[in-house]
C-alpha cells in the first residue's frame, strides 16, 4: 500500500513542480511576502505629520510646542497663519494633526485658569487618529507634570504605572510575524490542494485514477502528503525567518509549535481538498479557495482581535482553523505557552481537518462527472 | 472572372463590420457567462456576503474590554477609583482577590489587563505624592493594548475630575486638549475599514473574473479557433473585457448600497467622482487578471498567481488597514505598485471627506496610468499565434 502512496505522491510532485512557473509560484512569493508584509503590516505610529498653529506669543506656548518638536512621534510639516489654512492642510493629508494654541493660552496659564489647546485630528483612519490623539495627550501630559512642579502644585493624588506584559515596547510587528506564519502556510496550501482534484477533472485523469485498484483513502493520502509536505517545509522556513530576521522571540517549545503546525495543516489542507473535490471546473475551485481563504484569514483574529466582533460572528469564527493556529502562534512565539494551555486549540483544528478529509474521500467516488 | 469578383466582394465587405464582430464575441463571453454560474456568484453575491461579512466582522474598537481589579485594602477610595472603570464603556472590570489569581487569568487570556490598588492607597493618595496605580496589559496584540492603554488613562482622568471637583486640595491639570476629529467623529472603525474593504472586494472581484478566461480558451483550444476567424486580436481582448466590466460595475453598485444602506456610512463626496474612480480601478483590475491569464496560458497556474497577487497585497499594501505612512520607505515604495493603494484612497475621501481634489486628482491619474498600463501590456502580449 505505502509503495502505490509513494508513488501518487510522486506523480503528484511531478504535476506541480514540473512546470516551472507552477514550481515559481510555490516557493518565491510565501517568502518575499512574508518580508514585504512583515515590515508593511504594522500599526506602530512614528512621524505624524502635523501643523502648528500658534496665536500666542508667550514663552509657554513655545515650551508646550518644544515638546511636539522633541517627541520621535511628530514630525512638524506646516506652520498655520489663519484659520482658512487648516482645512486645505487637513482635507489633502498633508497632515494628520493640527495643534492649536488661543491667544489667551499664557494668560489662563499665568491665572490659573484652564488653558485650552485644540488639537484638529484626521479621523478618516479612525485608528491611526486614536492613536496620534493618544501621543498627543501624553506630550500634553508630561508638559503638565513639568508645569505643575514649577508652579509648586502638589501632584495628582494617583499615577498609574503602565506595563505591557509579553511585549514590552508594544511593537506591532511581534504581533503580526507570527500571525503571518498563518497566512502564508495557508496561501500554500491552499494554491497545492485547491485546484488540484478540479484539474484532474478537467483534464480526465482523474476518472482513469479512480479505475485504478487505488483506494479512495490512498488517493486521498497521496493528494494530502505532498501538500503537508511543501507546508511544513514552508512554515519551517518562515518561523526560522520570523526568529532570526525579524528577531522575534521564540519563547515557547518547538514540540508545542509543530503541533500547531502539523494540525493546521491536516484542518487547511482537508478544506482544500474538499473545495477541490467539490468543483467541477478550475474556475470553480479558485473561487472556491477564495470563498475560504479571504474570509478564513480576515476573520482569524489577524489583523483585528475577534472580541471586537459582534457574538454572531464571534461564534461562526469558531469553524475557522486559522483562528485556533493564531492563538498557538501568538502564545508560543511570545507568551512561552505550555503544551497544556493550548489543548483546546489543538482538538477543534483536529475535528476540523477529520471531518473535510473523510467529506473529500467521500466525494471522490460519489462525484463522477 | 466571377471567382476573382466574388473573392474581392468577401475581403472587402464581410458579413458585419467590427462593432459586430465585437458584438458576437460579447455575446459569445455572455452566454459562457450565463452557463457556468460560478462568474454570476463572484460578480453579484461575493461583495454582498463579503462585505457583511467584514463590515460586520472587521473592528478595531475594543468595548468590554475583560480587565482583572485587585484592590489590597478596599475602602471609600479605592470604590471610586474602581468606579471610573466600572462607569465606563470601554471595560468590564473583574474583580479578583490578589495578583497571583488575576496573573494567571491574564495569562489564560481570560483578561486584557490587570489594574493593581496596593494597600494605603488611601493614605497615599492624600500625600504629596500621590498613590502609584499599577497597570498592566497584555502586549501580545500591540494595537489593542495602546488603545487599551488610552482608554486606561481616560479613566484616570476621569477620576482625577471627578476628585478634583468634590474636592479643592485637588488641583485641575493646568493645560487642556481639546479634541476635535474630522470627518469621523465618533472614531468609529468600521466607517474607516469599509470603504476600504470595497476597494479589497473588487480588487477579488476584478482578478478572479477574468484570471481564468483566457487561460481556460488557451487550455480547451478554444482560442486557436477564434485566431483562425477574421476577428482582431483587440476585438478578442475587448470582448472579454466588456462583459465582465459590466459585472463587476454591478458588483460595485451592489457595494455601494450595502455600505450606505446598510453600515450607514456617510458618502460625502459625488456619484460621479466615485464611480469615474470606480471604473478606472476595475479596468486596472480586469486588466490585471486578463494578464494573469494570458501569460499563464493554463488555468492552473493563472489560479495560483491570481491568489497571490490579489488578495493578500490588496489586503496589506493598499493602505485599507494598515497605513501606508507607518511603513518603512522602500515598501512604500512598493506600494505604489498596487492598484487597490490608489483606490481606497479615493474611497476613504469620497466617502468621509468629500471631493477633495487635493486626493482625487492625483490618485485617479494613477489609477489611470495603472489601467492603461496593464491593457496595453495585454495589448502587446497577446499575439495571433500559437506557443
Known amino acids: 500500500m505505502w509503495q502505490r502512496i509513494l508513488a501518487l505522491i510522486a506523480k503528484e510532485f511531478l504535476a506541480l513542480l514540473k512546470d516551472p512557473r507552477s514550481r515559481f509560484v510555490i516557493v518565491v512569493p510565501p517568502l518575499v511576502q512574508l518580508l514585504v508584509f512583515g515590515y508593511a503590516a504594522t500599526y506602530d505610529l512614528n512621524d505624524i505629520p502635523y501643523a502648528v498653529y500658534n496665536e500666542d506669543p508667550g514663552a509657554d506656548a513655545r515650551e508646550l510646542l518644544a515638546g511636539f518638536r522633541l517627541s520621535r512621534h511628530f514630525r512638524e510639516s506646516a506652520r498655520v497663519l489663519h484659520d482658512a489654512e487648516i482645512a486645505p492642510l487637513i482635507d489633502n493629508r498633508t497632515v494628520l494633526v493640527v495643534v492649536h494654541i488661543g491667544p489667551r493660552f499664557s494668560r489662563d496659564l499665568a491665572t490659573g485658569a484652564p488653558a485650552r489647546v485644540q488639537v484638529l485630528v484626521d479621523g478618516r483612519d479612525s485608528n491611526t487618529a486614536l492613536l496620534a490623539l493618544g501621543y498627543v495627550r501624553s506630550v500634553v501630559n508630561r508638559f503638565n507634570v513639568e508645569t505643575a512642579a514649577r508652579l509648586g502644585q502638589p501632584r495628582p493624588p494617583a499615577q498609574l504605572e503602565t506595563r505591557p506584559w509579553f511585549n514590552p515596547n508594544l511593537e506591532s510587528r511581534w504581533f503580526i510575524v507570527p500571525g503571518m506564519v498563518a497566512l502564508l502556510t495557508l496561501v500554500v496550501t491552499m494554491l497545492v490542494t485547491a485546484l488540484s482534484v478540479a484539474r484532474e477533472r478537467e483534464q480526465g485523469t482523474f476518472d482513469q485514477l479512480l479505475v485504478t485498484p487505488f483506494r479512495p483513502v490512498e488517493i486521498l493520502l497521496g493528494k494530502a502528503l505532498p501538500g503537508f509536505i511543501i507546508g511544513a517545509t514552508e512554515s519551517s522556513a518562515i518561523c526560522l525567518a520570523a526568529v532570526l530576521w525579524f528577531k522575534v522571540p521564540l519563547l515557547g517549545s518547538l514540540l508545542t509549535l509543530y503541533t500547531g503546525i502539523t494540525l493546521f495543516l491536516v484542518s487547511a489542507i482537508g478544506v482544500g481538498l474538499m473545495i477541490s473535490s467539490l468543483a467541477v471546473t478550475q474556475q470553480q475551485g479558485l473561487l472556491g479557495a477564495f470563498l475560504f481563504l479571504v474570509p478564513a484569514i480576515i476573520l482569524s483574529g489577524f489583523a483585528t482581535p475577534i472580541a471586537n466582533m459582534p457574538p454572531i460572528l464571534q461564534k461562526l469564527t469558531l469553524i475557522n482553523p486559522v483562528r485556533y493556529f493564531m492563538v498557538i502562534l501568538r502564545g508560543v512565539f511570545l507568551e512561552g505557552t505550555p503544551f497544556h494551555l493550548l489543548i483546546d486549540q489543538f482538538w477543534p483544528m483536529a475535528v476540523i481537518g477529520a471531518v473535510n478529509l473523510a467529506g473529500a474521500a467521500w466525494l471522490f467516488r460519489r462525484r463522477l462527472y | ?387
Open chain 2, 1 to 387: 472572372m466571377n471567382p476573382p469578383a466574388f473573392e474581392n466582394t468577401s475581403q472587402h465587405a464581410p458579413r458585419g463590420g467590427a462593432g459586430q464582430r465585437l458584438r458576437g464575441l460579447i455575446r459569445k463571453e455572455f452566454l459562457q457567462i450565463v452557463r457556468d454560474p460560478s462568474s454570476i456568484a463572484i460578480a453579484f453575491v461575493m461583495p454582498v456576503v463579503l462585505l457583511l461579512l467584514f463590515g460586520y466582522g472587521l473592528s478595531l474598537d475594543a468595548e468590554h474590554v475583560p480587565l482583572a481589579v485587585v484592590v489590597e485594602e478596599p475602602d471609600a477610595d479605592t470604590a471610586s477609583f474602581v468606579a471610573a472603570f466600572q462607569h465606563s464603556r470601554y471595560f468590564a472590570p473583574v474583580a479578583m482577590a490578589n495578583m497571583a489569581e488575576a496573573e494567571q487569568a491574564l495569562q489564560a487570556r481570560r483578561v486584557n489587563g490587570i489594574v493593581h490598588l496596593r494597600e494605603n492607597f488611601a493614605r497615599q493618595r492624600r500625600s504629596a505624592g500621590g498613590a502609584p496605580v499599577q497597570i498592566i496589559l497584555n502586549g501580545v496584540d500591540a494595537n489593542t493594548a495602546r488603545l487599551v492603554q488610552g482608554y486606561v488613562t481616560g479613566a484616570w482622568e476621569t477620576w482625577l475630575a471627578h476628585e478634583a471637583q468634590g474636592d479643592a486640595a485637588t488641583p485641575h491639570p493646568p493645560v487642556v486638549v481639546e479634541e476635535r476629529v474630522w470627518f469621523n467623529s465618533e472614531l468609529r472603525s468600521r466607517d474607516f475599514l469599509v470603504p476600504g474593504l470595497i476597494a479589497v472586494i473588487m480588487t477579488l472581484i476584478g482578478a478572479l473574473l477574468t484570471a481564468m478566461v483566457m487561460a481556460r480558451e488557451w487550455e480547451r483550444g478554444t482560442l486557436e479557433a477564434l485566431l483562425v476567424t477574421p476577428v482582431a486580436i483587440q476585438e478578442i481582448l475587448l470582448g472579454k473585457l466588456i462583459p465582465y466590466f459590466i459585472l463587476g460595475t454591478g458588483g460595485m453598485i451592489l457595494s455601494v448600497v450595502a455600505a450606505v444602506g446598510l453600515f450607514e456610512i456617510p458618502l460625502r463626496g459625488s456619484l460621479l467622482v466615485l464611480f469615474t474612480a470606480s471604473s478606472l480601478f476595475l479596468l486596472a483590475a480586469l486588466g490585471m487578471g486578463l494578464l494573469i491569464s494570458i501569460l499563464a496560458k493554463n488555468q492552473f497556474v493563472a489560479g495560483q498567481v491570481a491568489i497571490i497577487v490579489t488578495f493578500l497585497p490588496a489586503f496589506i499594501l493598499s493602505g485599507f488597514i494598515f497605513d501606508i505612512a507607518s511603513m518603512p520607505g522602500p515598501i512604500q515604495f512598493i506600494t505604489h505598485f498596487i492598484p487597490a493603494r490608489y483606490f481606497v484612497a479615493i474611497l476613504q475621501t469620497v466617502f468621509l471627506a468629500g471631493d477633495v481634489p487635493g486626493v482625487i486628482v492625483p490618485n485617479g491619474a494613477a489609477l489611470l496610468v495603472m489601467a492603461a498600463f496593464f491593457l496595453g501590456l495585454n495589448r502587446l502580449k497577446s499575439r495571433k499565434r500559437l506557443g
